[in-house]
């Protein structure tokens, strides 16, 4: 019997899963996003879903609502939102605010979702690590806004702002390209902060303190 004259079509080789990188690894790329959507939630999770969506990342099961066109859509809605009202005065107290009861608990619970696979210890650990590290950089970027809020110009606090949307990209897209590199980044980041604490404590006390007077006012 002749063989086929057809050509066979190219088969692309399959990317690794998330779940069977190293767990060194894995963790460090939760690390990044943990820090990463501290700072910016939705812009976070509108990369990690088109980075997802475009096969540079396979998502673990947990994560695959992420890709999905109306995820990406609502999150890149946010992010625009978001991207204006962090940058007007006063109204940033009150968005930030808020926003510490929704950045820190959606950062852990992306690390839960990521990490289904691992026994209940170590989702647990990666649990806690992408809660306390967007905790932590969302402490910071309060820290950074109280050091500048005072200033009577807009151009400081609107840079800072800038600067900290466009690192929630870069770190995020870094996290999942080299995992290593942005671990490495997110704990010389953590260090920082860690030994700034009582700074980062008294910002996060005026953040609320100001919210409040400006929902009083």
Known sequence: M????????????PMPDLPQIPQSELFALLAGIGFA???????????????????????PSGLRLLEGWPV?????????????????PAFDLIWNALHTFIRVPLAGLLAYQ???????????????????????AHGGKMAARAAVTPSPEPLSNMTLSLGE???????TWLATRHPYAAGTLVTIFVIVIVLLMRWVVRAMRALFRG??????G
């Not at 890149?76 to 940058?87: C, M, P, S, Y």
């Not at 919210?211 to 009083?216: C, G, I, R, S, V």
Request: glycine content about 4%; proline content about 5%; aromatic content about 6%.
């Open 114 to 136: 990521a990490t289904s696979q691992l026994s209940p210890e170590h989702q647990l650990l990666a649990t806690l690590l992408g809660a306390a590290v967007a905790l932590a």
């Open 165 to 171: 949307d466009a690192l929630a990209i870069a770190l």
């Open 72 to 88: 990406i859509a609502a999150c890149l809605v946010l992010f625009v939102i978001e991207f204006f009202a962090d940058k007007i």
């Open 37 to 59: 959507a501290g700072l910016n939630l939705y812009a976070t999770v509108a990369v990690l879903g088109l980075v997802a969506r475009f096969g540079h990342l396979p998502l």
């Open 211 to 216: 919210a409040e007077h400006e929902l009083a």
């Open 2 to 13: 002749l063989p086929s004259l057809r050509p066979r079509a190219k088969t692309r080789a």
